[in-house]
């Protein structure tokens, strides 16, 4: 029903920075958390960064003091500024819309933009 759709990725040398965007299809209201996760081969997925609707943020350890994440609600996009970046960052960087319904919370994912930092 929402679609995500994420840009910004691309290859990036150690200590640069890259912007990833995530616009969804359509307004979303009420309870939501909005994110990114990313997955390395041979690695499970994590969670990166976070943010309410309200603007309250949470980062991964290995990601804070680097990594920025906000939101423009008018645009209804999604934002993470990665600065510093390091080769460890490199993955494929998924968007990820969390929302409450009166039947519970629902999941959306974007179908995920590669990021390559190299040495």
């Known amino acids: 029903q929402v679609q995500l759709v994420e840009s910004g990725g691309g290859l990036a040398q150690a200590g640069g920075s890259l912007r990833l965007s995530c616009t969804a299809s359509r307004s979303i209201f009420g309870i939501n958390v909005m994110g990114w996760y990313r997955q390395a081969p041979g690695k499970q997925r994590e969670k990166v960064a976070s943010?309410?609707?309200?603007?309250?943020?949470n980062y991964a350890d290995s990601v804070k003091d680097r990594f920025t994440i906000s939101r423009d609600n008018a645009k209804n996009t999604v934002y993470l500024q990665m600065n510093s970046l390091k080769p460890e960052d490199t993955s494929v960087y998924y968007c990820?819309?969390?929302?409450?319904?009166?039947?519970?919370?629902?999941?959306?994912w974007g179908q995920g933009t590669q990021v390559t930092v190299s040495s």
């Open positions: 990820n819309l969390n929302t409450l319904t009166t039947w519970g919370p629902r999941d959306y």
């Open positions: 943010i309410t609707s309200g603007g309250s943020a």
